[in-house]
């Protein structure tokens, strides 16, 4: 899955930014209280994409 693709998904689900770090992006989602990293390549292996928006209520 493109990178992009999967911030969609978090911003439609009310997921925000919290901050950029070298290697990974930090999501929250402010309803469940629940902190992801997402690795800033351009392309994300599925099972993980899968994995991070199971756990920020997004799927």
Do not use: F, Q, Y
């Not at 689900?13 to 309803?31: D, F, V, Y």
């Not at 990293?37 to 351009?42: A, G, I, M, S, W």
Request: overall charge positive.
């Amino acid at each position: 899955m493109k990178r992009r693709d999967l911030e969609r998904k978090l911003r439609i689900a009310g997921c925000l930014l919290k901050r950029e770090g070298a290697a990974h992006s930090i999501w929250t989602n402010p309803k469940t209280g629940v902190t992801e990293t997402v690795p800033r390549h351009n392309e994300i292996k599925e099972n993980l994409a899968r994995k991070i928006l199971k756990s920020m209520n997004a799927d």
